[in-house]
């Protein structure tokens, strides 16, 4: 598919973004745009910062970090990565990844212990706010896997939310009556195609549309490369995957997404719908944040032409 795609931050010389700006979070507060993004620093580590703008294209942010990892939490001992945000009533919840490493000796949920490989420990963790300024502490949620990739459902369904997460290599769903306790945690999609062989997680939280929830996930290949796939849930139950298209419908074509920190990378978090247009903001080569907007309408029409 062909729209257009713009970049709308770039990392600025300052310590705690000068590594790269990526995969934010996106939600509409008083007419004006929110990015809660992911900055990474000279020292390593992932921090959100925040930036706002009125035409969702040019943006004012803040100089400082507005979160960061607790120093306290084994979980984030090197950093918060990936925000999505759903809105719930007045109330935004804020999914992002917690980041550390197993201790010496433990051995790794979902890994194999191999001495050469860092034994990452990445766990879900969930934040409350309602101006993307202050936040409430929601904790580790599903603190027993490892687990990354999660957003939440905007709707309650048959007295549940809902959280698709992506549990390597594959896509979950879990449900939850009180957002705290997670149960019926299973595989809800893996990969099928070649775009997307090694690995498939969420991208942005699922858009209601008449037909049911339109799921815009990214996948990886064989030589890395991330690519954005959509599938179709059914609307009162999004466990179930009614169609999948059969190519993405958004790869790496510019040289900014093709070169930076890790190459070949487009990576969707948010998304803002208007006008029959998905507004989709995404992390491009680990570097920069982009913004490509897309017909609605083309991608329904691509699940008539190309359903797996």
Known sequence: MEFPRQVVLEPRDIWWERGGVLNPAVVEIGGKVHLLYRAVGADHISRFGLAISEDGETFTRFDEPIFEGDPNNPYERLGVEDPRATVFGRDIFITYTAVSVYPAGTKPINQPLDPSHTPWRVRIGALKTRDMRSFQRLGVILPDIDSKDAVLIPQKHLGFYWLIHRVDPSIFIARSRDLK????????MTSKEPWEELKIGAACPPIEIDEGWLLLYHGVSANHTYSL???????????????????????????????????????????VVAHGKIRLYYGAADRVIGLAKIPLESIMSSFDEQTL
Do not use: C, Q
């Open 181 to 188: 306790k997670w149960e019926g945690n299973i595989e809800m």
């Open 229 to 271: 796939g959509a599938a179709l849930l059914a609307k009162e139950n999004p466990a179930v995957v009614l169609k999948r298209i059969k190519y993405p419908i958004m790869s790496p074509h510019f040289d900014w997404e093709k070169r930076g920190v890790v190459s070949n990378v487009v990576f969707p978090t948010g998304a």
